[in-house]
């Protein structure tokens, strides 16, 4: 969270490994084990004698969900949603398009099964931002596109940790269900060009939002 928040910034070298594991108040193993994670994620490079240092932000797997987790439990960076936001933009609408084109009743099944559980849970719940998560995973996996199915975990996690944050200080200034509504009715039509505009919309409005609830905070 620290490396995510700026706290630590690229090219910064963090404490020796004694003295962290003891601010933190951990065993030098966990600690080396932590520091194994975050490698693992690009954020930072360790080597012998020159310590641990934090790496550029282009070296980090952004896309990793437990990435997104830690920089949305803080104030997220500005330039993180809009590059999360801009990567949806580009994905997402393709990927409804394609869904359109190749979904099966399985598909379309997962989608309204997903689009039930948000209008019983609402996504002011865990469960319902679950269901959120698994209707644009169904999205992608309609796809039958093996490139863009493996983005499910990172495209869930995206729009569950921004509708999160959205709703910190209020409530969500509207109610997203309906957009889902017209891109599963686009999908279940065949209609791919409907699919993709109604897919841009959604993801177009969901920035917004996200813009009015850091500017509210």
Known sequence: MAILSGEYRPGDVLSGEVAFSEALDVSRSAYREAVGVLAAKGLVESRPKAGTRVLPRQRWNLLDPDVLAWAFTGEPDVALVRALFELRGVVEPAAAAFAAER????????????????????????????????????????????????????????????????????????????DHVKVYDAIAAGDPAAASAAMRTLVDLALEDTRQAMEDR
Request: charge should be positive.
């Open 103 to 178: 979904r099966d009743r399985t598909d379309l099944a997962a989608m309204k099964a997903a689009l039930a559980t948000m209008r019983r849970e609402t996504l002011t719940t865990e469960a319902g931002r679950a269901a959120d998560r698994a209707f644009h995973a169904a999205v992608l996996h309609a796809t039958r596109n093996d490139a863009l199915v493996v983005l499910a975990a990172s495209i869930g996690a995206a729009v569950s940790w921004t509708t999160l944050f959205k709703q910190r200080a209020r409530a969500l200034p509207r109610n997203p269900i309906p």
